[in-house]
């Protein structure tokens, strides 16, 4: 009869490996992509730093424990923008956050990660912000995943669990509002207004 824990330790051993080698990669990971990721919280949460600061840990967290499923994903890009977007669907549920409609931008926003490579008081940015955050939550989503990210009709309605004219019809409506809201801001400014190129930085 065999002892009791005998032949435990190399199973075990091999254990630890996988973990440590799960480890190594999930930091990788975080160390290539964090900064995009929180790039654009920022933008899906309209440049509010401390939320957007939130989501990202909280898809990272996600992201670590579901790690194997993120290896194993067909898309895996569109795997990590969808836990984002769970992320924020989430926070926005819970009780004491209630988003307002304003155009008025942070206090912090010296503080934010700008969408372009200017100063923070670009006016470009302030622009942008303001006019994200006049629009509905979903439809900034297929925004920012569509211009920012240049992710196709299918990859967008894949990250968003939605149908793709969903994402064609909110996209239409969205840059209209967000060309029409960031005219009236940059109205001053003299030369085109270039939305895409306002996501592309």
Known sequence: MMEPGRGLVPSLGYEHKETRMRDE????FARQN?????RTAVLLTAG?????EDLTQT?????YVKWPVYQQARNPAAYVHRCLVNALIDEKRRPWRRERTTDEIP?????????????????????????LRSLPQ??????VLRYFHDLSVEDTAEALSCPR?????????????LR??????????????DVNGAFRG
């Open 25 to 28: 990669e999930f930091l990788a």
């Open 34 to 38: 964090r900064a995009d990721l929180l």
């Open 48 to 52: 509010d730093r401390h939320l957007a």
């Open 59 to 63: 898809t990272m967290t996600a992201l």
């Open 107 to 131: 206090e912090e926003s010296g503080s934010l990660v700008m969408p372009f490579d200017d100063s923070p008081s670009d006016s470009r940015t302030e622009a942008l912000y303001a006019a």
């Open 138 to 143: 979903k439809t900034r989503t297929v925004l």
């Open 165 to 177: 004219g969903t994402v064609k019809s909110q996209a239409a409506r969205g840059l209209d509002k």
């Open 180 to 193: 029409e809201r960031m005219s009236e801001h940059l109205a001053s400014t003299p030369g085109p207004i």
